[in-house]
């Protein structure tokens, strides 16, 4: 079964400093989508980032950054210059092969300090 | 173009009651999902729809059902309400099945 692993339950950052959330996977798929979703304490699913398992080059939207390594099956977010805005959680997701639904981590919150 | 909105935004129910969430989604898309979100959890599939008069089964479907009568309504039916369902519920849609997830403002139902 597809599995979605996030590390982090917390992060804290300072302001403008850049910030890397960890999403690793577990799948058998070849053929896969991997996704970042931004929850504000709005609760709100706010899409972020798509990398599909055959792009060769990683993903990018605007400050958002997705450092693919598919031998690694990890899918990181990186967000550069953080912004107080930026503070919320955080999950990574996952479309199985065929499948209709995503697969999702358990989140990371991200707090950033001004 | 409002995307994926949902009603209401909040609600209580007590055990044993009955309800309809509603999802609208003026996208033209094809699927629509409903997840349910449990405090500090991700999501979890309940439904989708890959389009009218087509529904199946996610991983956590018991005590719930649906209808897609139309492209744009994708309505959740809660029978007999239970405090196990207690949680954040979220419509989504998207074009195809590849295609991004966008997600509805949630809605967030207490049974007590």
């Known amino acids: 079964a597809q599995k979605i692993t996030q590390t982090q339950p917390g992060m804290f950052v300072q302001e403008k400093e850049a910030v890397t959330l960890d999403c690793t996977y577990d799948?058998?798929?070849?053929?896969?989508?991997l996704f970042w979703y931004k929850q504000p304490s709005s609760g709100e699913m706010i899409f972020l980032i798509y990398?599909?398992?055959?792009?060769?080059q990683n993903a990018t939207e605007g400050r958002y950054s997705l450092n693919f390594q598919k031998a690694r099956k990890s899918a990181n977010l990186v967000i550069s210059a953080s912004q107080l805005g930026d503070s919320a959680m955080y999950f990574c997701?996952?479309?199985?092969?065929?499948?209709?639904?995503?697969?999702f981590g358990q989140g990371t919150r991200l707090t950033i300090n001004p | 173009n409002a995307g994926v909105t949902q009603t209401p935004k909040f609600r209580i129910l007590k055990i044993g009651q009955s309800m309809t969430l509603q999802c609208t989604q003026d996208?033209?898309?094809?699927?629509m999902y409903w997840y349910r979100q449990d405090p500090g959890m991700g999501l979890k599939l309940i439904y989708y729809?890959?389009?009218?008069?087509?529904?199946d089964k996610g991983e956590v479907p018991n005590g719930y059902n649906v209808s897609r009568s139309t492209t744009e309504d994708f309505p959740l039916r809660l029978e007999l309400a239970a405090p196990s369902q207690t949680s954040v519920y979220f419509c989504?849609?998207?074009?195809?099945?590849?295609?991004?997830?966008?997600f509805g403002p949630g809605t967030r139902l207490t049974v007590l």
């Open positions: 996208m033209n898309h094809n699927y």
């Open positions: 997701a996952m479309r199985p092969q065929g499948a209709q639904k995503l697969v």
């Open positions: 729809s890959v389009g009218a008069g087509i529904t």
């Open positions: 989504a849609s998207s074009y195809l099945a590849r295609d991004t997830q966008y």
């Open positions: 990398q599909g398992s055959y792009d060769e």
């Open positions: 799948t058998s798929d070849q053929s896969y989508g």
